[in-house]
């Protein structure tokens, strides 16, 4: 069964980095879909600047000439903080045995400690590791370790199991982040060629990030 792959986020704003590492692990991987899952109330990080529908529109727009690529609304309709684990044991008891493959940017990868439950994630889903730009793999420690015995060198091994296994892709690496475009939008400048265009009119029509310095004070 091809697996299916799962890409959660804040997105605020999605933008060219979160694609094109989900387009190359799904070329990569042969995944049966791409599901992109904003998370509504994001653990661990200030209250996104976006709301949750606005971030989960730009999504939509960012994915919607793709046939691969699904948003993914669970996380809106969930109270509560938006657990990754949670959405895996969801999605697990949605798909039986079929493969998941969550994917991470190797940032996202060295902070798994921090979320929710995590040791119980490769029980539910295979993580697909993306590298990205100031994000160093780790050699040694717990992740290092945890990537050492979890390696899966040929993308096979994901479709051959549910989940356990930790596939890396070194691939393009975009020094995109949607924390340095929060910033440019802030001072005025153009997203363009960063995200897709209808992400970045979007963006531009209702204004939500060039008003960020008033909301702050
Ligand atoms: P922020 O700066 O607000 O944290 P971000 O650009 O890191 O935004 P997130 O929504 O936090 O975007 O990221 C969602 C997932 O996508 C994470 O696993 C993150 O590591 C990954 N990701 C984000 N940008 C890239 C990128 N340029 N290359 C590879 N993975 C990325
Ligand atoms: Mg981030």
Not at 184 to 196: E, V
């Amino acid at each position: 069964m091809r697996p299916i792959g799962i890409l959660g986020g804040t997105f605020d704003p999605i933008h060219f980095g979160h694609l094109r590492a989900a387009f190359e692990l799904n070329e990569l991987l042969d995944l049966e879909r791409v599901l992109f899952v904003p998370a509504a109330d994001p653990p661990h990080r200030g209250k996104p600047l976006a709301d949750a529908r606005t971030r989960l529109a730009m999504v939509r727009a960012a994915v919607e000439d793709e046939p691969g690529f699904l948003a993914d609304d669970r996380e809106l309709r969930r109270a509560g903080p938006s657990y990754t684990v949670l959405t895996l044991e969801e999605l697990r008891r949605e798909h039986g045995q079929r493969p998941l493959v969550l994917m991470l940017g190797m940032d996202a990868y060295l902070g798994l400690p921090t979320w929710h439950r995590w040791t119980e994630l490769l029980d539910l889903a295979h993580l697909a590791i993306a590298h990205r730009p100031r994000a160093w793999p780790p050699g040694m420690g717990e992740m290092g370790d945890l990537l050492a015995a979890r390696r899966a060198v040929a993308p096979a091994e994901l479709a051959g199991a549910p989940a356990g296994r930790i596939f890396v892709h070194p691939g393009t690496q975009l020094d995109i982040s949607s924390t340095d475009l929060r910033d440019a939008l802030r001072a005025g400048k153009d997203p363009r060629y960063l995200m897709p265009e209808p992400v970045r009119r979007m963006i531009i029509a209702t204004g939500i990030y060039a008003r960020q310095g008033e909301t702050e004070g």
